[in-house]
């Protein structure tokens, strides 16, 4: 059965355009990828743990940010590959990037080497507008960028 993970979107309005903070993957296999290889702060739901508590829980262990403020529900979209769901909010936020403390997983590495590394499950954080967004953003997550546009209308549209 496909997993379920909850996310949060932290959104900023820039001289009157809409940013999102996205992060990094962490780790050997996504340290040379770029294009596709952002996502919103998310991870997995626990068994009986309310979504939205689990966005928030994610969202402060990958980025080491306390999430305050309005929580909008951005609904769920699901990744192409092996079906996985993301149900996900946003809330207005601000923050420099690269101030960002994740927390660390350990794995074998180089594989079959019998040496375990530890590596951020995040290994950087920046703001980009929805179209920057577009390019960088895996695509299973893009339509919860396009609601949060959707939802603040004129408000995020340059004057």
């Known amino acids: 059965m496909p997993k379920a993970s909850a996310g949060l979107v932290m959104y900023r309005l820039n001289d009157g355009q809409l940013e999102v903070l996205l992060v990094h993957l962490g780790g050997p ?3 040379k990828k770029d294009v ?3 996502f919103i702060p998310k991870g997995e739901i626990a068994a009986g743990e309310d979504e939205l508590s689990a966005a928030r829980r994610e969202f402060e262990e990958e980025t080491g940010i306390q999430p305050a403020g309005n929580f909008q529900p951005l609904g769920k979209a ?15 936020g601000q923050c420099d990037p690269r101030s960002i403390k994740s927390n660390v997983f350990e794995m074998e590495w180089p594989p079959r080497s019998g040496k375990r590394r530890q590596f951020p499950e995040v290994d950087r954080a920046d703001w980009f507008t929805v ?6 953003l ?3 997550e893009f339509p919860l960028i396009e609601r949060l546009q959707e ?3 004129d408000k995020s549209k340059k004057p």
Not at 131 to 136: G, I, L, T, W
């Open 78 to 92: 699901k990744h192409q590959r092996g079906g996985k769901t993301v149900v996900a909010w946003a809330f207005e």
């Open 151 to 153: 939802s603040l209308g």
């Open 29 to 31: 296999f996504w340290a």
């Open 36 to 38: 596709g290889a952002w």
């Open 131 to 136: 179209e920057a967004a577009r390019n960088k």
């Open 138 to 140: 895996h695509q299973g």
